[in-house]
Each structure stands twice: as structure tokens, then as C-alpha cells.
């Protein structure tokens, strides 16, 4: 399963590609607002910056909601760097903008999913990622984890490459769950990835090693 983080903090970004396992990032205008980066100029910006830092693929939000706004939007986001992918809210205008830039060689996140009907149209688009926000779907007690098998199978029946990219993760457990239900990517925050290191035996049998190793010298 690939690793993404789902952050515009570079601190957090650089943390998670330093420690080797990083696969990507996802943002969005929430995420870019919550580091203060407003204004076209800075957050172009802030996006190359984010490229120079990690190897994969980084995901830059398109604000128009238009089927030309969203090309010339995107397009100019793809110009930015090649770990560039333009993504478009799952939208009618933005299928049709999903169909154009696969038809034009640009990679693509298909945003905001809730349901698997949206993820068989981002799919038969031609999306290269399909983001379904299983967090969101927990906090209005649906089960989010359900869409990611739903989505999983439709995909398996039929063959679409577009790769499954669980969203909206919020901790470690949910990143577990979307491995085994086969999601092939998860964007979630620095916490959630290395609140997978945590257990209680590693840090207790650690201590054990050290001490004992102590004794002899
Ligand atoms: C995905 O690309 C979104 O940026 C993100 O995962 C949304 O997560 P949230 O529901 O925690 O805001």
C-alpha cells in the first residue's frame, strides 16, 4: 500500500519523507488555509515546494468548478512540477475534466467521494486516484470502511486501474482496515502513520535490552 500524507505542513511533510516510507501527499484548500498559504502566487508556490521535498505524487486542488475553468486551472497546476496531480471534485463538469486530462496524458485525484456509484464514474473517466473520505462518512455514523470494499470490488470486477486512495483517514486503525480491504493508497496525517509504531511490549522489551545490555559493561 502506498503511503500519503495528508498535510500542507512542510515541517510534517519533510518528517514523513525522512523517515523513508513516504509515497506522496494529498492537499486541499482547507489543509493550505490552515498553514496560512492564501493567494494564488503562494500557494503555486507552496506546491513546488512541497515537490522538492518528497519523491511521489503530490495532489493540487483545482477551485473552479467549471468544465473550462477546471481545464485551465489544471493545466496550469500540472505545469507547476511532474509529481503534479490535478484534483477535481467528483462533480458532472468534473468528470468531464477528469475524461479530458486522461485523454491528455495528466494524472488525476477524483475528490470528495461518498459513495461507489461516484467511484465507478471517476473510474470510467479514467482517474489515476479516487478519493473516498472514510472519516467523513464515520463522523455522520456511516461506515466508511464499507465504501472501500464496495469500490474494491466494483474496480476487481471490471478491471480499472484507478487506484483506490482512502481519504479523510484519521488514525492508525483505519490505515490497518483500508490494507486489508486492499485500498492502494492512504493520505492520512503524520499521527495516524506513525501511531502504527506504538506498542507497549516494543517499548517494554526495548527498555529490557538496554538495561540488560547495561549490566554487562
Ligand atoms: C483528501 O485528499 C482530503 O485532503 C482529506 O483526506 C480530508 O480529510 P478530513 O476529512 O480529515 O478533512
Redesign the pocket.
Known sequence: MKFFI?TANLAQIKEAQDLGILDGV???P??MAKEGITGRDNILKHYVDICNIVDGDV?AEVIATDFEGMVKEGEQLASLHQQIVV?IPVIKEGIKAIKYFTDNGIKTNC?LVFSAGQALLAAKAGATYV?P?I??LDDISSDGLNLIADIRLIYDNYGYETQILA????HSMHIIDCAKLGADVM?GPLLSIVGLLKHPLTDLGLAQFLADYNKGN
Not at 481519504?167 to 484519521?170: H, I, L
Open positions: 495528508d494529498t492537499t486541499n482547507s489543509l495532489s484534483k475528490t478519493s473520505f472519516g467523513r481519504a479523510s483517514v484519521r493520505t
